[in-house]
């Protein structure tokens, strides 16, 4: 059995890893802002060559392992928490805790919702469905994002989640410093506005795709 030391430093290793995906596949998705032609074939040629890329299928094994140990120490965490009484990951040290630390365990239930919901929508569908083909060959993994992205339900989903993404890494960057011995007072207030900074652009960056295919897309 883990202690709740391991676990802590699992759950920041594991959110480490996820904020790096996270980044790195907000800038791949920033082309879906491209013009409506451009973005159709580069959006699904970059979808190809990642499906085809052996190197970027061993790291997709670790995103889904990493998911799933995040998910599984995060409840176990907050069950052991609520048992004591005390709060998911609460190290105010005589401070009031923040909103977001003393819900972590709802923000981390909604984004795991999403995450299937994502996950049956496009990674499913592009995998083991029978999506069309574009002009080049490639699946037309764009048309299904426009699809998708055209149901007014889901945008609002998206939105709602992205939100409760931007709180969780608010509140996770902010642990995970602790947890590394990262949190020096000399710092302290550097790392809280980077993590704010990279927290909101990513959400933001993330909810305003769907709003701008909703409105643009044809």
């Known amino acids: 059995m883990l202690s709740t030391l391991s676990r802590k430093l699992l759950m920041c290793l594991t959110g480490l890893f996820l904020s790096f995906f996270?980044?790195?596949?907000?800038?791949?998705?920033?082309?879906?802002?491209?013009?409506?032609?451009?973005?159709?074939?580069?959006f699904n040629a970059y979808s190809h060559f990642l499906s085809g890329n052996i190197l970027i299928k061993m790291v997709s094994y670790v995103l889904y392992a990493s998911i799933i140990l995040h998910a599984m120490d995060g409840l176990i965490i907050t069950l052991k928490n609520k048992k004591s009484g005390g709060h998911y990951q609460s190290e105010?040290?005589?401070?009031?805790?923040?909103?977001?630390?003393?819900?972590?365990?709802i923000l981390?239930?909604?984004?795991?919702?999403?995450?299937?919901?994502?996950?049956?929508?496009?990674?499913?569908?592009y995998k083991f469905g029978n999506p069309p083909l574009d002009d080049n060959g490639n699946k037309d993994l764009y048309i299904l994002v426009?699809?998708?992205?055209?149901?007014?339900?889901?945008?609002?989903?998206?939105?709602?989640?992205m939100a409760a993404l931007c709180y969780h890494l608010i509140h996770g960057i902010h642990s995970a410093a602790r947890t590394l011995g990262l949190y020096h007072p000399k710092f302290v207030q550097w790392f809280k506005t980077a993590g704010i900074i990279y927290s909101l652009i990513i959400s933001i960056g993330f909810a305003l795709m769907p709003v701008y295919v909703f409105f643009t897309a044809k």
């Open 22 to 42: 996270l980044l790195i596949h907000f800038l791949g998705n920033l082309q879906l802002f491209l013009p409506a032609e451009q973005a159709h074939l580069q």
């Open 92 to 105: 105010n040290r005589g401070r009031a805790s923040t909103w977001q630390s003393r819900n972590m365990g």
């Open 108 to 125: 981390g239930t909604v984004i795991l919702i999403f995450l299937v919901i994502h996950f049956q929508n496009f990674w499913y569908v």
């Open 146 to 161: 426009v699809t998708v992205f055209k149901e007014w339900w889901y945008v609002i989903i998206y939105i709602l989640s």
